[in-house]
């Protein structure tokens, strides 16, 4: 992409990251945990991200107003209507994860 002025850039960085946002949104079965299992993020990251993001430009934005950016709703709504509790399977995945992450870190 260096093709493009830091405008155009940061434009198409934008709408993808909108993109993002709509994709999870139509695809709200897919839950957090899967995410960070496979992809080691998930709504949640993105909302700490964009958090960070008003900071580091010197504005303030709470993680819940982030939350609810990225969810489309409030968390506590959008936890009650679409995230069932994590599966015993699920967990131990999570586990599994993360104790490969730590080892890596360590190695």
């Known amino acids: 992409m260096q093709q493009f002025d830091e405008?155009?850039?940061?434009?198409l960085e934008a709408a993808a990251f909108r993109r993002?946002?709509?994709?999870?949104d139509d695809n709200?079965?897919?839950?957090?945990i899967d995410l960070?299992?496979?992809?080691?993020?998930?709504?949640?990251?993105l909302s700490k991200w964009l958090v960070t993001a008003a900071e580091e430009r010197g504005e303030s934005?709470?993680?819940?107003?982030?939350?609810?950016?990225?969810?489309?709703?409030p968390y506590s709504e959008w936890?009650?209507?679409?995230?069932?509790?994590?599966?015993?399977?699920?967990m131990a995945a999570?586990?599994?994860?993360?104790a490969k992450k730590k080892a890596a870190k360590q190695g």
């Open 20 to 24: 993002l946002l709509q994709h999870l």
């Open 94 to 98: 999570w586990e599994a994860h993360h």
């Open 36 to 45: 960070m299992i496979l992809a080691d993020f998930c709504r949640n990251c």
């Open 61 to 73: 934005l709470s993680y819940e107003e982030a939350r609810e950016h990225v969810y489309g709703m």
């Open 79 to 90: 936890k009650e209507l679409y995230q069932p509790p994590a599966t015993a399977e699920q």
């Open 28 to 32: 709200k079965d897919v839950q957090n």
């Open 7 to 11: 405008t155009t850039r940061t434009e």
